[in-house]
Structure formats: structure tokens, C-alpha cells
């Protein structure tokens, strides 16, 4: 089963396991930036630098299918190039649940010049476009909450308060054989909860339950460690990642707390099974939907069929006995001879 942000078996962090790659970056969605004014209303002022905004849209109309796929690309670039730079034309995975096309647009107006083109005639059908903000998106708004819950769990985990960083060990010991040099040399510190190395860099994050820990431990820089000369500074953990700061003084860079770094492909796997899963009930429901809306329609169309058959049935006695009553006694006896 996944885990969502409205279910109580939520997952733990400590089911990660340790891996050094991959920087976990949120989704962000906005039509124009504009960077902060010079004072003064100056010259520099007035040519305000602005990252360039983007729209995404939709596109209906068009009968689909996976051997067409680059020739509607094609189709649907060269039709809103006019607007601005297009950047993306993405399908959905299950074309019988969704048959819109979504546009990505770079440039300035590229939403109006876009749904100026609603109704464009693509060769045997028109095309129905639509604003399409992906913050309206179900599945979109389904990954985002999940995302932030995954990532809100790991940057408050209280295991990764207190840690160091370690360089300068012997280069050509093995993972197992570093962490349990650096866990004898760094012992008499205090509790160490997790140690994580990192054979690529040449580093290791070693991490203390409290901050006396921290504290001995970056006391031992510049002391050996099997006949080699290490040096420890400090991880950069959620506090001190992003410090509060005065009012009024601004807060430039941001560095990333260890701990999303050592878990990041985990999070995406957390990621993918979980939207995975989302996928598959979204298309469970939307089926059982269509299936509701099939009876539905063949009840109304059989209640239509019945009707017609009850109206005929009465029509024809009508007649039967209009004609019955235009007899004479005479021939009606006739009649039944």
C-alpha cells in the first residue's frame, strides 16, 4: 500500500536506506517574477529583470494514437509557436480516460495569443484549447501534497539535528570499514545514531542524539585516524540550512540539508510507487464511472425502447377497435366465422 497525507500508517524515514544522489526540488508554477526594484526609481530600476513566464494548455478535438504521436507533436508545435517558445507537448498515459494534449508555452502574452487560437482548424478537426494551470490538476495537486508530506517527515526527523562531516580518512577503506574506524575514533563523543558514507566524495556525515556530541567531535579535528590526519566541520543541517534572520535583512543561497541529499532516490522511489498507486485508483474510478454512466444510458435507452413498444401496442388496439365499432352486427359476425 502507498501512503498518503490523509492516512494514519504514514511512512517513517527510517525505512530509507542510504544513497548520495539526486537533489529533491518542489514544483513551481508562476506567470511572471519580477526581481526587486532599485531605491530611487532608477534608470536600472525601470528595466526590471523578469523570469520569462510560462502557460500551459490544453488541447481536445483530435483522435489519437500512439503511431501519430510525432506527427500531432509537430502539428500542435507548429500551431502555438506564433505564441512564444514551446517547450514540451505531452499525452496522457491512458488515452481512453484522457484525451487532452498539454502544451507547455514560454513567453510574454503566450497565454491570450494561445486561446486566441481556440477553435484552429487541425486538418479534420478543430482545436478546443483551454488554460490548463497544473495546479488544478488532480493528479498534480495529489504529488504535491505527497512530496511536501515525504519531505516535511525527513527535514524534521530529530535523528539529523546534530552532525559532523569528515574528510581526509584512508581513501581506499572500504564503506563497512570506514564506518566502523570513524565509530570507534568518534565514540567517546557520544551517541552516534546514523553514519553515512559517502565512497564517492571521500566523506562521511556522522550524526550524535545530542549536541555535546556535536560539539567533542569537532573538537578531534586535525587528530588521526589509522595514521591519516582527518578534519570535521559541521553538517548542514535543517537549522542551520536556513537560518531565521533579522527583519529587513534579506536571505541569499540555501543549502540543502544532508539528510535530503543522502535520501533523495529514496524519496523519488516513495514517489513513484505512491503516484503509481494514485494512477491506478484514479483509473479504477474513472472505468467504474464509465461503466455507471454505460448502465445508465442503457437503462434510458431501453425505457425509451419499452415506451415506443407500449405506444405501438396502444395505437394498433386503438385502431383494432375504431375498426371494430365501423362493422355491422352482420358483418362482424361475418368476421368472426
Not at 124 to 135: I, Y
Not at 261 to 288: G, H, P, V
Not at 326 to 331: D, L, V
Request: aromatic share 10%; charged share 30%.
Amino acid at each position: 500500500m502507498g501512503y498518503g497525507p490523509d492516512q494514519k500508517n504514514k511512512p517513517t524515514i527510517s525505512t530509507y536506506s542510504f544513497s548520495k544522489t539526486l537533489i529533491i526540488s518542489m514544483d513551481t508554477y508562476s506567470s511572471r517574477v519580477i526581481a526587486p526594484k532599485a531605491p530611487f526609481d532608477s534608470e536600472a530600476a525601470a528595466k526590471d529583470k523578469a523570469i520569462d513566464p510560462w502557460v500551459r494548455i490544453s488541447v481536445e478535438g483530435y483522435r489519437f494514437n500512439k503511431d501519430t504521436e510525432n506527427e500531432m507533436r509537430i502539428k500542435l508545435v507548429n500551431l502555438f509557436k506564433s505564441c512564444g517558445h514551446v517547450s514540451r507537448v505531452d499525452f496522457p498515459t491512458e488515452l481512453l480516460l484522457d484525451s487532452r494534449a498539454f502544451v507547455t508555452i514560454f513567453g510574454e502574452g503566450a497565454k491570450e495569443k494561445a486561446l486566441q487560437l481556440n477553435g484552429s482548424d487541425m486538418g479534420g478537426w478543430n482545436a478546443l484549447v483551454k488554460f490548463a494551470p497544473k495546479e488544478e490538476d488532480e493528479e498534480y495537486q495529489a504529488e504535491s501534497e505527497y512530496k511536501q508530506f515525504v519531505i516535511n517527515e525527513l527535514l524534521n526527523d530529530k535523528r539529523f539535528r546534530f552532525g559532523i562531516c569528515v574528510v581526509g580518512y584512508d581513501p581506499s577503506l572500504l564503506e563497512d570499514e570506514v564506518e566502523e574506524a570513524l565509530t570507534a575514533h568518534f565514540s567517546s563523543c557520544g551517541v552516534i545514531i546514523h553514519v553515512d558514507v559517502d565512497l564517492l566524495d571521500k566523506m562521511t556525515s556522522i550524526y550524535f542524539s545530542e549536541e555535546e556530541g556535536e560539539a567533542s567531535a569537532m573538537n578531534l579535528d586535525g587528530s588521526e585516524v589509522d595514521g591519516f590526519k582527518i578534519n570535521t566541520m559541521l553538517v548542514p543541517t535543517t537549522a542551520r540550512s536556513n537560518p531565521p534572520r533579522p527583519p529587513g535583512e534579506t536571505h541569499c543561497g540555501y543549502c540543502a540539508p544532508a539528510q535530503m541529499l543522502e535520501f533523495a532516490d529514496e524519496i523519488q522511489e516513495k514517489m513513484d510507487f505512491y503516484m503509481t498507486e494514485w494512477r491506478l485508483n484514479a483509473m479504477t474510478k474513472k472505468l467504474s464511472a464509465l461503466k455507471k454512466q454505460r448502465a445508465r444510458a442503457l437503462k434510458k435507452q431501453k425505457a425509451r425502447a419499452l415506451k415506443k413498444q407500449k405506444a405501438w401496442a396502444l395505437m394498433t388496439q386503438k385502431a383494432r377497435a375504431k375498426e371494430e365499432r365501423g362493422h355491422s352486427p352482420f358483418e362482424k359476425e361475418l368476421m368472426l366465422m
